[in-house]
């Protein structure tokens, strides 16, 4: 085991892992087929793997594996082990390696652990095509946004007015995104416990775990209690957007979104609420899909870095700045609904598809710790 290092500058190809997960690309690594564990802060004690190469934060711990156990065992097994109820610190919670390798465990013969690792891998391999899949439609949105909204392909041989923006399909006005949105709402972190008015559990959305809503997952929200009061002014809708207003690193802008289906929702059986650092964006009626795809094109194209604050540490999203200022293209009506019937089609494959990944994700839970302590065996071998 080894402690990382603060990532080098610069963007690439190696992803970097902190606490919790991927954070960033960079163009070196210091770590190879690696365990990584959160170090610090809300995700110490979180467990990830990477089997190629990567860069190991400051904030997470490098493990490697010895000959006599086999990578992916390893991996499953530190699952099982919940650091995070092992951790030293009160307001800064902190994971040692002394920590991790003061665990006691039972490691079967090399044999045996490849035939469990095949049993979970199987599992988490279909995952993973499920996740290709919805990526590969999540990009086909994101291509039609582009030509209908950026690139206006489909009305090239139509007459183009002059904008503030640029040249624009006659009909089509130039706004803000005030001017599709209906309000904004802060998010909530409640109580880790039940005490006092704070008696509504619900699952607290953060922006880690964005990417596994995307991909139609439920994600490994934690589940925190807050006011009722405060749920029923939070609590979300269909076609709702969240966003990240807090976080970022150097390469890496604040301002990231999701979007918010009733699919979504359901997975939480409606008690679901976004943190503080977050924001629900309601849109206006019909603006949904054009309000995410609208947001995330500028996301991509690097322009949230022109709306933050704050050079060092946690950067903040200037999120009222953004929706006031921001110039926007406004489609006539028609289209942007001819665009959101695309993209409910989409978005329900990509939940769907997210539901099953979600129940085998379940399946191998149940497996896993019956598989790693003997209970559940796949020949004689503890």
Same mark, same amino acid.
């Given at each position: 085991?080894?402690?990382?290092?603060?990532?080098? =500058?610069?963007?690439?190809?190696?992803?970097?892992?902190?606490?919790?997960g991927i954070m960033d690309n960079t163009d070196s690594f210091n770590s190879e087929r690696t365990i990584i564990v959160g170090r610090v802060? /809300?995700?110490?004690?979180?467990?990830?793997?990477?089997? %190629?190469?990567?860069?190991?934060?400051?904030?997470?711990? /490098?493990?490697?594996?010895?000959?006599?156990?086999?990578?992916?065992?390893?991996?499953?097994?530190?699952?099982?082990?919940?650091?995070?109820?092992?951790?030293?610190?009160?307001?800064?919670?902190?994971?040692?390696?002394?920590?991790?390798?003061?665990?006691?465990?039972?490691?079967?013969?090399?044999? *045996?652990?490849?035939?469990?690792?095949?049993?979970?891998?199987?599992?988490? #391999?279909?995952?993973?095509?499920?996740?290709?899949?919805?990526?590969?439609?999540?990009? =086909?949105? $994101?291509?039609?946004?582009k030509s209908w909204f950026a690139d206006f392909e489909p009305f090239k041989d139509g007459e183009f007015v002059e904008s503030e923006i640029?040249?624009?399909?006659? %009909?089509?006005? *130039?706004?803000?995104?005030?001017?599709?949105?209906?309000?904004?709402?802060?998010?909530?972190?409640?109580?880790?416990?039940?005490?006092?008015?704070?008696?509504?559990?619900?699952?607290?959305?953060?922006?880690? #775990?964005? =990417?596994?809503?995307?991909? !139609?997952?439920?994600?490994?929200?934690?589940?925190?209690f807050i006011l009722e009061k405060n749920f029923q002014n939070k609590q979300f809708c269909d076609k709702d957007m969240l966003v990240e207003?807090?976080?970022?690193?150097?390469? *890496?802008?604040?301002?990231?979104?999701?979007?918010?289906?009733?699919?979504?929702?359901?997975?939480?059986?409606?008690?679901?609420?976004?943190?503080?650092?977050?924001?629900?964006?309601?849109?206006?009626?019909?603006?949904? /899909?054009?309000?995410?795809?609208?947001?995330?094109?500028?996301?991509?194209?690097?322009?949230?870095?022109?709306?933050?604050?704050?050079?060092?540490?946690?950067?903040?999203?200037?999120?009222? #700045?953004?929706?006031?200022?921001?110039?926007?293209?406004?489609?006539?009506?028609?289209?942007? $609904?001819?665009?959101?019937?695309?993209?409910?089609?989409? =978005?329900?494959?990509?939940?769907?598809? !997210?539901?099953?990944?979600?129940?085998? /994700?379940?399946?191998?839970?149940?497996?896993?710790?019956?598989?790693?302590?003997?209970?559940?065996?796949?020949?004689?071998?503890?």
């Amino acid at each position: 085991m080894k402690n990382g290092k603060k990532r080098p =500058q610069g963007s690439g190809f190696f992803p970097v892992y902190g606490g919790n997960g991927i954070m960033d690309n960079t163009d070196s690594f210091n770590s190879e087929r690696t365990i990584i564990v959160g170090r610090v802060g /809300a995700y110490c004690g979180c467990v990830y793997k990477c089997d %190629g190469k990567c860069w190991v934060s400051d904030n997470a711990i /490098a493990v490697y594996a010895k000959d006599l156990v086999d990578f992916f065992f390893l991996y499953y097994l530190m699952t099982t082990l919940e650091f995070h109820h092992h951790h030293i610190g009160g307001a800064q919670p902190l994971m040692t390696q002394d920590i991790i390798g003061d665990f006691t465990i039972k490691l079967p013969s090399l044999s *045996v652990q490849k035939e469990i690792v095949s049993i979970l891998k199987a599992i988490d #391999d279909k995952i993973e095509c499920n996740r290709q899949i919805n990526d590969n439609l999540e990009q =086909q949105a $994101q291509a039609l946004f582009k030509s209908w909204f950026a690139d206006f392909e489909p009305f090239k041989d139509g007459e183009f007015v002059e904008s503030e923006i640029g040249m624009i399909p006659k %009909g089509w006005t *130039v706004g803000v995104y005030d001017d599709i949105i209906l309000e904004t709402i802060s998010g909530d972190w409640g109580k880790e416990k039940a005490e006092s008015n704070y008696t509504h559990k619900v699952a607290c959305i953060r922006g880690c #775990d964005f =990417q596994d809503i995307k991909n !139609g997952l439920r994600g490994k929200t934690p589940e925190r209690f807050i006011l009722e009061k405060n749920f029923q002014n939070k609590q979300f809708c269909d076609k709702d957007m969240l966003v990240e207003i807090s976080g970022g690193t150097a390469t *890496v802008s604040t301002g990231r979104v999701c979007p918010v289906s009733q699919q979504l929702i359901d997975k939480y059986n409606g008690d679901v609420v976004c943190t503080n650092f977050c924001r629900l964006v309601r849109p206006k009626k019909g603006y949904g /899909a054009y309000l995410y795809y609208s947001w995330f094109n500028k996301y991509n194209n690097k322009v949230m870095f022109g709306y933050e604050n704050g050079t060092s540490g946690i950067k903040n999203f200037r999120i009222k #700045d953004f929706t006031s200022i921001e110039p926007v293209v406004l489609p006539p009506l028609e289209k942007i $609904q001819e665009f959101q019937n695309v993209i409910d089609s989409i =978005q329900k494959q990509i939940q769907t598809r !997210g539901t099953e990944s979600q129940n085998l /994700a379940q399946l191998r839970d149940t497996l896993l710790p019956r598989l790693m302590s003997g209970e559940l065996k796949v020949e004689a071998g503890f």
